[in-house]
T-cell receptor
Framework: DAGITQSPRYKITETGRQVTLMCHQT?????MFWYRQDLGHGLRLIYY???????DKGEVPDGYVVSRSKTENFPLTLESATRSQTSVYFC???????????FGPGTRLTVT | SQELEQSPQSLIVQEGKNLTINCTSS?????LYWYKQKYGEGLIFLMM???GGEEKSHEKITAKLDEKKQQSSLHITASQPSHAGIYLC?????????????WGLGTSLAVNP
């Protein structure tokens, strides 16, 4: 399907486990972003990527790892999940010539 | 403190009423983006404003950016239950090449039938 997809949509994991959230876009957008959304904090940028093999930290990168070996995929890994990482995670993408970001449906992650 | 302040934080209106949501920055913005989020879903792009004094409309929603490019308003005319959700403003601070946006905390809108 065309667009931007995230998987899984819902995930429950235990403290200390490694979790990978997937993001895939079919538009060949250069830029991709990972946000977390929490009550009282709004959307906070975790990491972003300007192109394949180019990634950079956002506002709240600690505890997260990203990679971008292909333009269309931008996985986010929680190396050792903590309860404070319970959140809704959104992936977004945009063209290199634009600021208009297109969002995926989100992944609701609960760390127990 | 938030770089983008949104007000009000939440709003409950009767169907058919008009309403306005504001988004304010202390600095001049390069561009202002309005999004809507239905509960439990992703953000949907509504409108982009880039020029001072610019106004755009789509169906019953009108967005304006002031001349100084520091404040934007989103106005909904004759609200309907389908307008319910969270409205977020995002802004580009400059014309740099990292394409990042800063975000307001959102305004939660409920429309009672």
């Amino acid at each position: 399907d065309a667009g931007i997809t995230q998987s899984p949509r819902y995930k429950i994991t235990e403290t200390g486990r490694q979790v990978t959230l997937m993001c895939h876009q079919t538009w060949s957008h250069s830029y991709m972003f990972w946000y977390r959304q929490d009550l009282g904090h709004g959307l906070r940028l975790i990491y972003y990527s300007a192109a394949a093999d180019i990634t950079d930290k956002g506002e709240v990168p600690d505890g997260y790892v990203v990679s971008r070996s292909k333009t269309e995929n931008f996985p986010l890994t929680l190396e050792s999940a903590t309860r404070s990482q319970t959140s809704v995670y959104f992936c977004a993408s945009t063209l290199a010539s634009s600021y208009e970001q297109y969002f995926g449906p989100g992944t609701r992650l609960t760390v127990t | 403190s938030q770089e983008l302040e949104q007000s009000p934080q939440s709003l409950i209106v009767q169907e058919g009423k008009n309403l306005t949501i504001n988004c304010t920055s202390s600095k001049t913005l390069y561009g202002l983006y309005w999004y809507k989020q239905k509960y439990g879903e992703g953000l949907i792009f509504l409108m982009m404003l880039q020029k001072g004094g610019e106004e755009k409309s789509h169906e019953k929603i009108t967005a304006k950016l002031d001349e100084k490019k520091q404040q934007s308003s989103l106005h909904i005319t004759a609200s309907q239950p389908s307008h319910a959700g969270i409205y977020l403003c995002g802004a580009a601070k400059n014309a740099g090449n990292n394409r990042k946006l800063i975000w307001g905390l959102g305004t939660s809108l409920a429309v009672n039938p």
